[in-house]
Nanobody, 126 residues
Framework: QVQLVESGGGLVQAGGSLRVSCVAA????????VGWFRQAPGKDREFVAA????????YYADSVKGRFEISRDIDKNTVYLQMNSLNPGDTATYYC???????????????????WGQGTQVTVSS
């Protein structure tokens, strides 16, 4: 079992930046792909970004490319999502997930992940 805990969400003005973190407990993340998803009220949960633990592949949704950056700290068993140039459309609950997806398609889909955190709220004001 892997327990994931997100933190770092909050309220930020449009154009601002925020970094959310995902700390894992129970097992090291070294064997997993770790992803970030987000869900706005009334909408489906959507893929944001993911990283293979060895760092050789990064994945981003088109909507966040060039603005968001995913990274990981192996020693801290933690994954970060740095979010820049935020806009109100980025307002959502952000979830961290870990799993073993076997393709790019699965990496960018909820079904590729077995473990989920409880989420952290990010609100961007205009």
């Amino acid at each position: 079992q892997v327990q994931l805990v997100e933190s770092g969400g909050g309220l930020v003005q449009a154009g601002g930046s925020l970094r959310v973190s995902c700390v894992a407990a129970g097992r090291p993340l070294s064997k997993y792909v770790v992803g970030w998803f987000r869900q706005a009220p009334g909408k489906d949960r959507e893929f944001v970004a993911a990283v293979r633990w060895n760092g050789d592949r990064l994945y981003y949704a088109d909507s966040v490319k060039g603005r968001f950056e995913i990274s990981r700290d192996i020693d801290k068993n933690t994954v970060y999502l740095q979010m820049n140039s935020l806009n109100p459309g980025d307002t959502a609950t952000y979830y961290c997930a870990a799993g073993s997806p076997i393709s790019t398609l699965q990496t960018m889909a909820r079904r590729g992940y077995d473990y989920w955190g409880q989420g952290t709220q990010v609100t961007v004001s205009s």
